[in-house]
């Protein structure tokens, strides 16, 4: 579960929490900074489109 820190600098309204005070830009770019780097961590998956009748996807 994201804590109240993860919801302030989340990508998608950092902007406004700076701009309200809420955070300041440096711990943003701090929180940044410190995150691991996770390239190459993840699994690729390929989906083949003819394998659906009418091309929808379909869980």
Do not use: H
Not at 3 to 9: A, I, Q, T, Y
Not at 16 to 22: F, M, T
Not at 39 to 50: F, K, L, N, Q
Request: glycine fraction near 6%; charged fraction near 40%; proline fraction near 2%.
């Amino acid at each position: 579960m994201a804590s109240l820190g993860d919801k302030l600098v989340d990508k998608r309204i950092v902007e406004r929490n700076i701009a309200k005070g809420l955070i300041s830009k440096e711990e943003y770019e701090q929180r940044l900074a410190s995150l691991a780097d996770r390239e190459g961590s993840y699994d690729t998956v390929e989906i083949d489109p003819a394998s659906f009748e009418d091309g929808s996807e379909t869980e």
